[in-house]
């Protein structure tokens, strides 16, 4: 999806011009993937622009450079505070938000150790991940032949720019074979997650999500929506997942930041239900959307207003 330019991008403290916010061809993660980022949206509110669960967001960034040992050379409140500067210098509504921390200039080698860690800030305005008609009425998924990393290979818990080497494999897979976006399977065989979303499926009445421990991403949209589906009642559980629930669920559906909330209308060719999104996913999918752009009281904690 092409990107949008804006004026300016946040590095290392400050706005640069957009042209200029460049990196050598001989930086770390260029050639070792050593980077850890995140997904954030701001939503235009009644209010102004919020940014959705936005110190979530930089505490999972803290995290997973915690993962791989990098040492970021600002605070989680410096982070929050340049994120909101980035939409407000670029005069953005709605965007998209995309902060990196990686390893620079100037060594190159395994060892990450020595090491500079540089930060970036990026928005623009970004439309549906999946596009608005898969938003509407759902997509298609195929099981992947390429599995979800090992925990032990590389920590799911660590949002990794390496680690989207897997994610793109499947993608293009999918793509390829007619389908949407694809699913991909732990090591042990359960469902893991889709390509950039974590996956729910509706089944005998209860909503699962499968565990970190299956692969997943700890996703915040994940999160939100269990929090959702939980307030409208419904039964939720983090628990594995098999190939063949997919197959015999009454519902599927996928959540990202970038994704949002998209239901699934056929898994590996069966079609799930009666092809279209089901009940509870409209229902979670609306509660989501109101929750994002500020329309509801009761999620007014997960918004970061810009001004
Ligand atoms: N799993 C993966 C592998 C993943 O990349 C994402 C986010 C999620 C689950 C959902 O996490 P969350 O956004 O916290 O609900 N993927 C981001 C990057 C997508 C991209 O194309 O790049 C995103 O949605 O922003």
Not at 60 to 77: G, H, K, N, T, W
Not at 239 to 264: H, K, M, Q, W
């Given at each position: 999806?092409?990107?949008?330019?804006?004026?300016?991008?946040?590095?290392?403290?400050?706005?640069?011009?957009?042209?200029?916010?460049?990196?050598?061809?001989?930086?770390?993660?260029?050639?070792?993937?050593?980077?850890?980022?995140?997904?954030?949206?701001?939503?235009?509110?009644?209010?102004?622009?919020?940014?959705?669960?936005?110190?979530?967001?930089?505490?999972?960034?803290?995290?997973?450079?915690?993962?791989?040992?990098?040492?970021?050379?600002?605070?989680?409140?410096?982070?929050?505070?340049?994120?909101?500067?980035?939409?407000?210098?670029?005069?953005?509504?709605?965007?998209?938000?995309?902060?990196?921390?990686?390893?620079?200039?100037?060594?190159?080698?395994?060892?990450?150790?020595?090491?500079?860690?540089?930060?970036?800030?990026?928005?623009?305005?970004?439309?549906?991940?999946?596009?608005?008609?898969?938003?509407?009425?759902?997509?298609?998924?195929?099981?992947?032949?390429?599995?979800?990393?090992?925990?032990?290979?590389?920590?799911?818990?660590?949002?990794?720019?390496?680690?989207?080497?897997?994610?793109?494999?499947?993608?293009?897979?999918?793509?390829?074979?007619?389908?949407?976006?694809?699913?991909?399977?732990?090591?042990?065989?359960?469902?893991?997650?889709?390509?950039?979303?974590?996956?729910?499926v509706v089944r005998k009445g209860?909503?699962?999500?499968?565990?970190?421990?299956?692969?997943?991403?700890?996703?915040?949209?994940?999160?939100?929506?269990?929090?959702?589906?939980?307030?409208?009642?419904?039964?939720?559980?983090?628990?594995?997942?098999?190939?063949?629930?997919?197959?015999t669920a009454d519902e599927v559906?996928?959540?990202?930041?970038?994704?949002?909330?998209?239901?699934?209308?056929?898994?590996?060719?069966?079609?799930v239900g009666e092809?279209?999104?089901g009940p509870k996913?409209?229902?979670?999918?609306?509660?989501?959307?109101?929750?994002?752009?500020?329309?509801?009281?009761?999620?007014?904690?997960?918004?970061?207003?810009?001004?």
């Amino acid at each position: 999806m092409p990107i949008t330019e804006t004026e300016k991008i946040w590095m290392n403290g400050k706005l640069v011009d957009w042209a200029d916010a460049r990196v050598h061809v001989l930086t770390h993660a260029l050639h070792y993937g050593s980077g850890v980022f995140e997904g954030i949206r701001a939503y235009e509110t009644p209010n102004g622009p919020a940014i959705f669960r936005l110190t979530d967001h930089i505490r999972r960034m803290f995290d997973s450079a915690r993962v791989y040992l990098m040492e970021i050379p600002f605070s989680q409140d410096e982070l929050v505070a340049a994120t909101r500067e980035v939409v407000r210098a670029n005069g953005l509504s709605s965007c998209y938000i995309r902060p990196i921390v990686y390893l620079g200039y100037g060594e190159m080698g395994l060892n990450p150790l020595p090491c500079r860690v540089d930060v970036a800030i990026a928005a623009w305005p970004w439309g549906t991940y999946l596009g608005d008609e898969g938003v509407a009425n759902g997509v298609t998924v195929k099981i992947s032949s390429w599995q979800r990393h090992d925990p032990n290979a590389v920590p799911p818990a660590a949002k990794a720019t390496g680690m989207y080497l897997n994610s793109s494999m499947a993608k293009v897979e999918a793509l390829k074979a007619g389908y949407d976006e694809a699913i991909i399977l732990s090591p042990q065989g359960y469902v893991s997650e889709c390509t950039g979303e974590n996956l729910f499926v509706v089944r005998k009445g209860r909503i699962a999500t499968p565990p970190a421990s299956a692969g997943a991403l700890e996703g915040i949209t994940k999160d939100s929506v269990i929090t959702i589906a939980q307030d409208l009642g419904f039964d939720v559980v983090e628990a594995n997942v098999l190939r063949s629930d997919l197959y015999t669920a009454d519902e599927v559906f996928l959540t990202g930041t970038a994704a949002e909330v998209v239901p699934i209308r056929s898994v590996d060719d069966r079609t799930v239900g009666e092809g279209k999104p089901g009940p509870k996913t409209k229902a979670i999918q609306e509660a989501y959307f109101a929750a994002v752009r500020g329309e509801t009281d009761r999620y007014k904690d997960w918004l970061d207003y810009v001004d």
